[in-house]
């Protein structure tokens, strides 16, 4: 089982940029599409982008689709989340995932993946 780890979070203020990454350890997870997901205080966790497993195809949720973009590293076993123009709403836990297969309409779904990392805080200040 791959086990997933987050970083790059922390507290920025509103407008400025932050790149978040997760390394996977325990097996490459190359073969697999990978998800972000965010969970703001006293909301349930929703989808935010997602990447095909060999990069060729992204989605994104339409409330970040102008200012997230995903990325991954197969070699280095590396997903990023890169977020511009940060916005005090977008302060929430970020997760990454690693779906049930190499890409899909599951990948907007939680039940689309079957390992998630334990979460980075990014917290916006305005």
């Known amino acids: 089982q791959v086990q997933l780890e987050e970083s790059g979070g922390g507290v920025v203020q509103a407008g400025s940029s932050l790149r978040l990454s997760c390394v996977a350890s325990g097996r490459t997870f190359s073969g697999r599409a990978m998800g972000w997901f965010r969970q703001a205080p006293g909301k349930d966790r929703e989808y935010v982008a997602a990447?095909?497993?060999?990069?060729?195809?992204?989605d994104y949720a339409d409330s970040v689709k102008d200012r997230f973009k995903i990325s991954r590293d197969n070699g280095k076993n590396r997903l990023y989340l890169r977020i511009d123009s940060l916005k005090p709403e977008d302060t929430a836990v970020y997760y990454c995932a690693e779906s049930r297969g190499p890409w899909g309409p599951y990948v907007e779904r939680e039940s689309g993946y079957e390992n998630w990392g334990q979460g980075t805080q990014v917290t916006v200040s305005s």
């Open positions: 990447i095909s497993w060999n990069g060729d195809s992204t």
